[in-house]
């Protein structure tokens, strides 16, 4: 009597489910052609991508929290599972940044420097995207990008940064 009747139960809410997953999925129960489909079909969801949707390429429209040093910052990526993108660490990929606390004077003030305009230019974007994801030193490594331009690039323009070679530079014969 007790396996019929958990059987039973059980057939029950499979077809409950499975009502349940059709109107969900927009399909109908009746069969298709029959004269009373009492059935409405649902819209499904809009599956247009956003600008904010992330992709194979990168983590869009996160928020960024603060500066983590020279090289690094600390952003949320919204939308992951279990929190795992809150208070990210964030690598500047591709690039040497000066150190703001070198020995060498000439490297620390340009190491500040190239913290205080990532501070600023960060702090007013409206729109922050981390691009070329990967993993460097088993931290998070990308190409930040905010309202259209790469922080990298403004940072090698500016002479705060130098692109990645086998050799770290010498911030006092840069100028």
């Known amino acids: ?9 059980l057939l029950c809410f499979g077809a409950l489910l499975g009502t349940a997953v059709g109107f969900h999925l927009g399909k109908g129960v009746a069969p298709p052609g029959s004269p009373t489909q009492a059935v409405r079909d649902v819209a499904a969801p809009d599956d247009s991508p956003s600008e904010c949707d992330h992709t194979e390429q990168g983590f869009h429209c996160v928020r960024y929290l603060s500066t983590a040093g020279p090289d690094a910052i600390q952003v949320d990526i919204p939308n992951l599972r279990l929190d795992i993108g809150k208070n990210q660490r964030v690598l500047l990929k591709g690039v040497f940044v000066p150190q703001a606390d070198s020995k060498r004077e000439c490297e620390r003030i340009k190491g500040i420097l190239a913290k205080k305009l990532v501070e600023s230019v960060l702090g007013k974007a409206t729109r922050v995207h981390l691009i070329e994801v990967s993993h460097e030193n088993n931290q998070l490594a990308a190409k930040v990008q905010f309202d259209g331009v790469i922080l990298q690039d403004l940072l090698i323009g500016k002479g705060l940064a130098a692109r990645k070679t086998k050799v770290r530079p010498d911030w006092c014969r840069l100028q």
């Open 1 to 9: 009597m007790e396996n019929s009747l958990s059987e039973w139960l």
